[in-house]
């Protein structure tokens, strides 16, 4: 009796065992079709195939047939690399019904006026996909085309912002225009950031009002400034340590806070400029230019522009003319880089090119 029972139990392990080396088999298997799929028709290695497959926490292979969402894909003109930047950061669009789920709402975007490299571009940075249809990106629809009075400001702020169809506009964008509107803006001045910066009423009321502060008590912007709200746009974008090791810049080159200020109320975009951009325009007008803190931060402009294609090739012609005496009167830089390139080479360029054959060879490789 106790062989029989003995034997028993073990049957019952192995059974128990087989159904699970089984099972795993069974879900291992679609597993490598998928890992098939992303290295030979999406040219991913191994390692970001893996890494793709493990963002899918469950997998559902009923309606799996990723080649349907490729040609779905393919004919709205995405690339494979785009494809693939698309299928990495959502894989889960594998297994979507292409026809029921995914081709409307390409309609609406493609309704819209999107396509091409524009729709591609839509899709790679949104999770727009994702959506639900009825319950997020139709009330979205519906709310932009009330709010703004041009509907062909639309499109224009989907591409600047992918983001506005997947969050919950109805929302989260309310809050935002009550408070800009309690600061004492008008809703023509809000719409107008918000169509050059539509990120700027995604943010946290909290957030948005911390800048506002920030603005009028740091920088010493007056709310009835015409760049107060590009102001808000550039301090909601930058978190405080990111902020501040910016300032440290300016001020590591003996610019004062007064200095800082006036350059924000000039120009609050210079704020925008990276950590290692604004060491190497402080460095070449300061160090090798000699100009002085208020100087610059009087004409900010001049730090956001190009050093490489724009201020230090019509600088070299400047010196050149200056140098040869080809001019009666000097202009300043700032007065030369505000030139358009098209007058620019009018003006300081073209009469002299026979005189400054290299130069002139230099100014064009540099500038094209």
Request: aromatic share 8%; proline share 6%; charged share 25%.
């Amino acid at each position: 009796m106790l062989r029989i029972s003995c034997n028993g139990a073990q049957k019952h392990l192995f059974s128990c065992l087989y159904s699970t080396v089984a099972a795993a088999a069974v879900a291992a298997a679609p597993a490598n079709v998928l890992m098939e799929f992303l290295v030979n028709s999406l040219d991913f290695s191994t390692k970001e195939a893996i890494s793709t497959r493990d963002k899918l926490t469950r997998l559902r292979y009923r309606h799996y047939d990723p080649h349907l969402l490729l040609h779905l894909l393919d004919e709205m003109g995405m690339n494979k690399s785009q494809i693939k930047t698309l299928v990495s950061s959502s894989p889960q669009l594998l297994f979507c019904r292409v026809d029921e789920n995914l081709k409307p709402k390409i309609k609406i975007l493609q309704q819209l006026g999107l396509s091409g490299s524009q729709l591609a571009t839509f899709l790679t940075k949104s999770s727009f996909l994702r959506r639900g249809l009825h319950t997020v990106i139709e009330p979205n629809l519906v709310y932009l085309r009330d709010l703004l009075p041009i509907h062909d400001h639309l499109p224009i702020s989907l591409i600047k912002e992918p983001r506005l169809l997947s969050c919950n506009l109805p929302k989260v964008m309310p809050p935002n225009i009550s408070l800009l509107q309690n600061f004492g803006f008008s809703m023509a001045d809000i719409l107008k950031a918000f169509h050059r910066h539509p990120r700027l009423l995604l943010n946290s009321p909290e957030w948005i009002e911390k800048a506002v502060n920030r603005l009028e008590k740091d920088f010493h912007m007056p709310l009835s400034s015409g760049m107060f709200l590009h102001g808000v746009q550039v301090l909601v974008s930058l978190d405080e340590s990111k902020l501040e090791r910016k300032l440290h810049i300016y001020r590591s080159f003996g610019w004062s806070d007064s200095d800082i200020c006036l350059m924000v109320q000039k120009l609050p975009y210079c704020l925008t400029s990276s950590e290692a951009k604004i060491r190497t325009t402080l460095k070449f007008f300061m160090n090798e230019l000699g100009y002085e803190p208020n100087y610059l931060a009087s004409r900010a402009p001049l730090l956001k522009l190009s050093l490489e294609k724009r201020i230090m090739p019509r600088n070299e012609i400047l010196k050149f003319l200056k140098e040869n005496q080809l001019l009666k009167r000097w202009p300043s830089l700032y007065t030369a880089v505000s030139y358009s390139e098209l007058d620019f080479q009018k003006k300081y360029v073209l009469p002299f090119r026979e005189k400054m054959p290299e130069m002139y060879d230099l100014y064009m490789k540099s500038i094209s």
